[in-house]
């Protein structure tokens, strides 16, 4: 897993997508998620959080804890996962994969409040193979507690080739 | 009394015939629909084919991407002309699909003609009333059939969500009355591990798509006819 450290700043990065997800951005700045991120030598905590309503309360770490900072959206959101060195995210495919594509330690925190909460079943498969951590708003610190970044395993990215040589092979088009 | 005789024949045989006609057209109708299920599926023979209108049917978010990434590593001499369409409120879909195609090394004067890009109603938004979705979703079904009217795809990718269901449904009744054959390709999203999605179980239950692949090895064991082609991602 690589560490995106630089000048001894360690970034954790929380992105929610283009949804709210109030209940995750609440569950990082909580004080034992925030102690507990301290302790395990991150310096910087980045949230993006979308439509949400909650602003958590800034800080600029000068005092040696933890810096906090938001914003709603970006389009370089690829940016800020490669400078962290961990990111928590939410159950969405897309944040997953292009997490777990640019080789960054992952939680996903699912959001118990959507009604067809499909997206748990990504999330779990992946943990299942050990290619990141998966979590719920109240079990995050838990979750931070009890994990291990050395036993993660670096996801392999997929392509859509058999599906290719599938869709060739039917529609009479001879093999490459 | 003679006349009202012949009247009365006449009657009965002009309300015969009609009827008689009404159940061949059933009949015929059950024919061709159970001949095109039995076609579906079926392969083309080897070596018949040139490329096919091609109509690309984008979701929003994560199913965009795995079709971008389906489409990456397709021939796309193939596979044109291309008609891409997206939900009227999914801003974002096309804008990666022009730039997904302007990355392609084609000529460009030959890409202007063969490439479109289209927006799409939806029949019902996340949290819209019913009552006015009965009006949206005429609306809807409308433009979907004005655009495959116009488009008369040979080939149709998709991948959920339910933007597609409208356009297969009307890809089929066009195989059904012989406007078009068409080969309809649906790919699960990545984030069905146990469950089809609602548009996917549509498909494959009602033997829409031709070919119908998953992204876990879970889904193929409960959907046999589904390929297992690990993630696309």
């Keep these: 897993m690589e560490d995106g450290e630089n000048d001894g700043k360690r970034l954790v990065f929380v992105t929610v997508g283009t949804t709210s997800f109030d209940a995750l951005v609440k569950a990082v700045v909580s004080q034992n998620v925030k102690e507990e991120l301290h302790k395990r030598g991150y310096t910087h905590l980045l949230i993006q959080m979308g439509r949400g309503i909650y602003s ?75 290619h990141l951590y998966c979590a719920r708003p109240h079990s995050l610190h838990q979750t931070l507690t009890k994990m291990e970044l050395d036993s993660l395993v670096r996801y392999t990215p997929g392509d859509g080739t058999p599906v290719a040589r599938i869709i060739d092979r039917f529609l009479g088009f001879p093999d490459d | 009394m003679e006349e009202h005789h012949c009247c009365f024949y006449s009657k009965m045989l002009s309300r015969f015939s009609i009827s008689s006609f009404m159940l061949s057209l059933v009949i015929v109708l059950v024919v061709r629909v159970l001949y095109v299920m039995y076609q579906c599926g079926k392969p083309f023979p080897k070596g018949a084919s040139r490329s096919f209108t091609t109509l690309i049917v984008l ?14 590593v397709l021939r796309m001499d193939r596979f044109t002309p291309r008609f891409y369409i997206a939900a009227a409120t999914d801003n974002m879909s096309l804008h990666k699909a022009r730039s997904f195609e302007d990355s392609l090394a084609d000529k460009p004067a030959v890409k202007e003609d063969s490439l479109q890009f289209t927006q799409i109603y939806r029949s019902r938004e996340v949290g819209q ?50 406007i078009r054959w068409s080969s309809i390709f649906y790919v699960e999203s990545v984030a069905r591990v146990k469950k089809l999605s609602l548009s996917g179980l549509l498909l494959y239950r009602l033997r829409l798509a031709d070919q119908f692949f998953v992204q876990w090895p879970q889904l193929q064991n409960k959907y046999p006819r589904a390929h297992y082609v690990g993630c696309l991602m």
Aim: charged letters at 15%; a negative charge; proline letters at 4%.
């Design chain 2, 129 to 178: 009333s019913y009552v006015t979705s009965v009006w949206t979703t005429i609306l809807a079904t409308v433009h979907a059939l004005w655009l495959m009217i116009r488009i008369r795809p040979q080939v149709i990718l998709c991948n959920g969500p339910g933007t597609c269901i409208p356009l297969c449904v009307i890809a089929f009744l066009f195989k059904v009355v012989g």
């Design chain 1, 56 to 130: 958590p309360p800034k800080c600029d770490g000068a005092d040696g804890s933890l810096a906090v900072d938001y914003f709603t959206f970006s389009s370089s959101i690829a940016d800020y996962i490669r400078s962290a060195s961990l990111v928590i995210s939410h159950a969405g495919s897309g944040s997953i994969f292009e997490t777990l594509k640019l080789g960054k330690p992952l939680i996903v925190v699912v959001n118990e409040d959507l009604m067809d909460n499909h997206q748990c079943e990504l999330a779990e498969e992946l943990e299942e193979r050990k």
């Design chain 2, 59 to 72: 979701g929003s978010g994560g199913h965009t991407a795995e079709m971008l990434s389906l489409l990456s």
